[in-house]
């Protein structure tokens, strides 16, 4: 069975640097079909300046056309904190058998073990990390607790900790943010729909309450 792929994001607001990536790990792994999870209550993290309705939209915006992207509206939906460990064990009783494959980027791999219930995220999925400018993968950044799972695939079940070689693009939601505070452009950095509800709905800009 082809594993469920699972991209979970603060997305504020999404771009192409997750799109790129999402639709690489798509081909590395065969997948069919990679759920976009923005969340509701990041729980590591300053909140999101976007709401989750606007961040929810603008996901939907980026993946109206794409095939195979799926937009999860689960984490939104759950009141608390986001924690993926609920998020994948939600998932595991909706797809029964399937191998789960949670993916990220390298930044979010080096501070994995101080997610909460870390050690049974790995039970209910494996890893698929891409690369991301700024962040290597060295024997000194994993924590040791991890790097005994490393390995090249394919998924043959949970627990697995996959890196995949994906196209940097040092692009991140942080600086889409401040150029947007400061008028300045967006084109190319997130897809032209996003670009547009920013821009048309004044999110992110200084002289304007979101
Ligand atoms: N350009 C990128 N290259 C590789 N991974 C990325 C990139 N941007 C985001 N990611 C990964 O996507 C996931 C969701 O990221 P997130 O929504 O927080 O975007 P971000 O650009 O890092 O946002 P922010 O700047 O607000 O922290 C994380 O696992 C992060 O590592
Ligand atoms: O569950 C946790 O403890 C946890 C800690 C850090 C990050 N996460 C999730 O990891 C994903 C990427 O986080 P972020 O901050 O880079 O958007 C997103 O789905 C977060 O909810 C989850």
């Avoid at 799926?70 to 939600?90: I, N, Q």
């Avoid at 950044?141 to 799972?149: A, F, N």
């Amino acid at each position: 069975m082809k594993p469920l792929g699972l991209f979970g994001g603060t997305f504020d607001p999404i771009h192409l640097g997750h799109l790129r990536m999402a639709i690489e790990v798509m081909e590395t792994f065969e997948l069919e079909s990679l759920h976009l999870l923005p969340n509701k209550v990041p729980p590591h993290r300053p909140q999101p300046l976007a709401s989750a309705e606007q961040r929810l939209a603008m996901t939907r915006l980026a993946v109206e056309a794409v095939p195979g992207l799926v937009v999860d509206e689960r984490e939104l939906k759950r009141p608390g904190d986001s924690y993926t460990v609920d998020t994948l064990e939600d998932v595991a009783r909706e797809f029964p058998g399937r191998p789960l494959l949670f993916m990220m980027g390298m930044d979010s791999l080096l501070s994995f073990t101080s997610w909460h219930g870390w050690q049974r995220i790995l039970e209910l999925a494996s890893l698929a990390v891409c690369c991301r400018p700024g962040h290597r993968l060295d024997s000194d950044s994993l924590d040791v607790q991890l790097s005994w799972r490393l390995g090249e695939g394919p998924v043959t079940g949970p627990g697995q900790i996959l890196p995949i070689t994906t196209t940097e693009l040092a692009i991140s939601a942080t600086d889409i943010r401040t150029r947007a505070k400061n008028g300045q452009r967006l084109d190319f950095l997130l897809p032209q729909a996003v670009a547009d509800y920013i821009q048309a709905s004044g999110l992110y800009r200084a002289d304007k309450a979101s």
